[in-house]
């Protein structure tokens, strides 16, 4: 009995293996064409001043919607993508996509301020990634100065020279580097040092729960004065509440991203709500 139930068990695991590994197979198939068939859109989420309220950048932010499977979680596809080899393509356009929107807020009268983008590591540090990120922009004609690239810290495990090289003629060109997701991967003082970011971004996890629990307030407390000793600006992520806005406000953070300001959203909805003669607020 316990033999059967163990081969019972084993070809459960096995299906459930084969369905995982076929579901991925499917969907990185589907995600290659997904760029050409139009299926990907960004939102953009507002980043809010908290001393003023006011607009000082946003976030550009992947979707996917599948012809049959609905919205995928960019968690979901963004892996997939880094894993299979489709992200530098994907990230360009990223790139390129968010240059054409602030082109047009600005012919729309709208100034978002930065706009953000997300890049992945492995954009770093596939060959001649950053190079085709310098062209795209300059491409773009918009002005380096109002983009800003987010990174994990695990993108910078063992980064070369020729990356820091790139990242340094971008930083040059006035393109601000920003470090996301801060404290929940192997950061490294020497790190923050060598990059010279801009911006940290406080993860949620620590937002989350620092108004309930000592430890998260202490490493919120700590990463925006270690930010504020290295002439950084803070950015906290996951707002949720108007309290948690108050208490980071409090504490110095300088800016805020968060349901409680505002969810990602088209770029038309970022128009209609900051845009026009009345204040950004
Ligand atoms: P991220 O860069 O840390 O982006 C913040 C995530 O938190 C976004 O999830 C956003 O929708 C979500 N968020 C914002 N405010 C709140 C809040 O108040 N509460 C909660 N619960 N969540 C909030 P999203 O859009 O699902 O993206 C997830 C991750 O996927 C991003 O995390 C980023 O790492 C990655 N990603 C998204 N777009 C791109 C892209 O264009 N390129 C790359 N390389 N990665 C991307
Ligand atoms: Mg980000
Ligand atoms: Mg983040
Ligand atoms: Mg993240």
Request: aromatic share 8%; proline share 4%.
């Amino acid at each position: 009995k316990a033999k059967a139930a163990g081969r019972a068990a084993y070809v459960y695991f096995d299906d459930a293996m084969t369905a995982q590994v076929q579901n991925d197979a499917e969907l990185v198939h589907d995600l290659a064409r997904a760029l050409e068939l139009g299926q990907l859109t960004l939102a953009y989420q507002p980043q809010i001043e908290l001393t003023t309220g006011r607009l000082v950048g946003v976030e550009s932010l992947l979707r996917w919607q599948h012809p049959q499977l609905g919205g995928i979680a960019p968690n979901r596809f963004i892996p997939l993508a880094e894993s299979r080899g489709l992200m530098p393509e994907i990230g360009l356009w990223v790139m390129a996509e968010s240059c054409r929107q602030w082109q047009r807020w600005q012919a729309q009268g709208l100034d978002v301020g930065r706009v953000a983008i997300n890049v992945s590591a492995v954009q770093f540090k596939g060959g001649r990634g950053m190079e085709s990120m310098l062209e795209t922009i300059e491409g773009s004609g918009v002005p380096p100065s109002v983009l800003e690239i987010e990174f994990t810290e695990s993108a910078f495990v063992d980064v070369g020279n020729d990356t820091l090289a790139w990242i340094r003629s971008l930083s040059e060109r006035g393109v601000h580097f920003a470090i996301d997701d801060f404290g929940t991967g192997y950061s490294s003082l020497i790190m923050l040092r060598q990059l010279r970011a801009h911006k940290l971004k406080i993860d949620r996890e620590f937002v989350k729960d620092m108004m309930s629990d000592p430890n998260d307030a202490a490493i919120v407390h700590a990463t925006v004065s270690l930010a504020k000793t290295l002439g950084m600006t803070v950015v906290a992520e996951g707002i949720e509440e108007a309290a948690q806005a108050d208490y980071l406000l409090r504490l110095g953070c300088d800016v805020g991203q968060g349901y409680h300001f505002a969810a990602p959203m088209p770029a038309d909805d970022i128009l209609a709500r900051y845009g026009g003669a009345s204040p950004s607020a």
